[in-house]
T-cell receptor, first 115, second 109 residues
Framework: EAEVAQSPRYKITEKSQAVAFWCDPISGHATLYWYRQILGQGPELLVQFQDESVVDDSQLPKDRFSAERLKGVDSTLKIQPAELGDSAMYLC?????????????FGPGTRLTVT | GIQVEQSPPDLILQEGANSTLRCNFSDSVNNLQWFHQNPWGQLINLFYIPSGTKQNGRLSATTVATERYSLLYISSSQTTDSGVYFCAVGATNAGKSTFGDGTTLTVKP
């Protein structure tokens, strides 16, 4: 069964350091999402890609976060510099249907701890 | 943007009991999913149900889009059903999904 892959699964970093997360969506899925989930809350959308184009990054803190999907397949989310408040679960999802419609499939997530 | 409210926030059951989880939303939707988040944080797809009723084993879901709510039913609960249940909805005029804050279910043996 096709799955969304993410790495690393866990990351511990010191504040002010740079950190990067990687996501490989289900093959053929043109829509890719990055979510952040703070403990005790539901996931919140950070950025949405359609192929290699960003279609929604309204909740992405652009002063320190960046995301890319250069060839329209896998994607990288970067934080530089990391802050204590960035400690959270970062989830990647993909879908075969664009613009938030259709079923989304999630990867296992990357749990980030900033010390 | 659309508001999503899940109730109850916490639910404790004995094994074998039935339960109903509710998801209310504030606008018309064209997308609604129910997920189970396991202890490792992975979101498991339960139902894609923007309208109507679906069943999968001991779980079933109903969405009444005109009245802006969805229900998730769990029958004969098992300890493995424990975890957090989320609904995620996509407003008709928006291009993304919004999650509720979840219902934490604990099933005791």
């Amino acid at each position: 069964e096709a799955e969304v892959a993410q790495s690393p699964r866990y990351k511990i970093t010191e504040k002010s350091q740079a950190v990067a997360f990687w996501c490989d969506p289900i093959s053929g899925h043109a829509t890719l999402y990055w979510y952040r989930q703070i403990l005790g809350q539901g996931p919140e959308l950070l950025v949405q890609f359609q192929d290699e184009s960003v279609v929604d990054d309204s909740q992405l803190p652009k002063d320190r976060f960046s995301a890319e999907r250069l060839k329209g397949v896998d994607s990288t989310l970067k934080i530089q510099p990391a802050e204590l408040g960035d400690s959270a679960m970062y989830l990647c999802a993909s879908s075969s249907v664009p613009q938030g419609r259709g079923e989304q499939y999630f990867g296992p997530g990357t749990r980030l701890t900033v010390t | 943007g659309i508001q999503v409210e899940q109730s109850p926030p916490d639910l404790i059951l004995q094994e074998g009991a039935n339960s109903t989880l509710r998801c209310n939303f504030s606008d018309s939707v064209n997308n609604l999913q129910w997920f189970h988040q396991n202890p490792w944080g992975q979101l498991i797809n339960l139902f894609y149900i923007p309208s109507g009723t679906k069943q999968n084993g001991r779980l079933s879901a109903t969405t009444v889009a005109t009245e802006r709510y969805s229900l998730l039913y769990i029958s004969s609960s098992q300890t493995t059903d424990s975890g957090v249940y989320f609904c995620a909805v996509g407003a008709t005029n928006a291009g993304k999904s919004t999650f509720g804050d979840g219902t934490t279910l604990t099933v005791k043996p």
